[in-house]
């Protein structure tokens, strides 16, 4: 997955990546964490709290 977003910001740098899953899973949140996304928001979908959260290549350095 890594390499997928390293591939994504050299092809389009600057933009960001969006990711919305439960959080009641918990596999996809620490992937989520361990790959750098942020969160934005949750919010009650589907009968369930929704995690949505970005990610850039951009980083407050740049």
């Known amino acids: 997955m890594r390499s997928g ?7 389009l740098p600057g933009e960001p990546v969006a990711l919305a899953t439960q959080t009641a899973n918990l596999r996809s949140m620490r992937l989520a964490a ?6 934005v928001e949750r919010f009650e979908d589907y ?3 929704q995690w949505f959260g970005v990610w850039s290549s ?3 350095s740049d």
């Open 47 to 49: 009968g369930a709290e």
């Open 5 to 11: 977003l390293d591939w994504f910001a050299g092809a």
């Open 34 to 39: 361990k790959l750098g996304f942020t969160e």
């Open 58 to 60: 951009i980083t407050p």
